[in-house]
T-cell receptor, first 113, second 113 residues
Framework: NAGVTQTPKFQVLKTGQSMTLQCAQD?????MYWYRQDPGMGLRLIYYSASEGTTDKGEVPNGYNVSRLNKREFSLRLESAAPSQTSVYFC????????????FGSGTRLTVV | AQTVTQSQPEMSVQEAETVTLSCTYDTSESDYYLFWYKQPPSRQMILVIRQEAYKQQNATENRFSVNFQKAAKSFSLKISDSQLGDAAMYFC??????????FGAGTILRVKS
């Protein structure tokens, strides 16, 4: 089983460029999440989608947009990348209310120069 | 808002010995879930153990166990018989309302041979 698949694994952007991080899960999970990980700050929630067709802001949504394309896919878009968005990005999914925790993708290391 | 605090940025343990990682959290809820995740250098987030707040008994998974003190809002992780493969970043997480996980800043565990 693939679990949660994120692409790309690494990316370098110039300030002002746009890009979309892709995420897909094959576990029939209904909830999906995007986090960013920064040193000394743990993982912070950017956006989440409790079910297909719904999305909600998390703790740090500014500068990002998301699309829940279908039950499997949840993408994160940076419209105009800034150096402050240099981070490691994780996609995750959970079944039902997430009582058993999340399954995470392997992360995307994004550098904005 | 719920917060999770890991007060130890780094810890070291000798191989085969026992180490305890600390975690405290703040919540006004009475029923919730707590998790410990391991992040090795590969960056993959791996669920180590979970605790349901309504259960008095501390969760255990092989060499990993927790000391859950609900009144003190404390949720520490004990690793017994430490192995080189235990070296990683460890995150404590609290399942907040809306099925969202709130993470602490993490503790780097180093294992000495």
């Amino acid at each position: 089983n693939a679990g949660v698949t994120q692409t790309p694994k690494f990316q370098v952007l110039k300030t002002g460029q746009s890009m979309t991080l892709q995420c897909a899960q094959d576990m029939n999970h209904n909830s999906m999440y995007w986090y960013r990980q920064d040193p000394g700050m743990g993982l912070r929630l950017i956006y989440y989608s409790a079910s297909e067709g719904t999305t909600d802001k998390g703790e740090v949504p500014n500068g990002y947009n998301v699309s829940r394309l279908n039950k499997r896919e949840f993408s994160l878009r940076l419209e105009s990348a800034a150096p402050s968005q240099t981070s490691v990005y994780f996609c995750a999914s959970s079944l039902g209310q997430g009582l058993n925790g999340y399954t995470f993708g392997s992360g995307t290391r994004l550098t904005v120069v | 808002a719920q917060t999770v605090t890991q007060s130890q940025p780094e810890m070291s343990v000798q191989e085969a010995e026992t180490v305890t990682l600390s975690c405290t959290y703040d919540t006004s809820e009475s029923d919730y879930y707590l998790f410990w995740y391991k992040q090795p250098p590969s960056r993959q987030m791996i669920l180590v153990i979970r605790q349901e707040a309504y259960k008095q008994q501390n969760a255990t998974e092989n060499r990993f166990s927790v000391n859950f003190q609900k009144a003190a809002k404390s949720f520490s992780l004990k690793i017994s018989d430490s192995q080189l493969g235990d070296a990683a970043m460890y995150f404590c997480a609290y399942r907040a309302s809306g099925n969202k996980l709130v993470f602490g800043a993490g503790t780097i565990l180093r294992v000495k041979s």
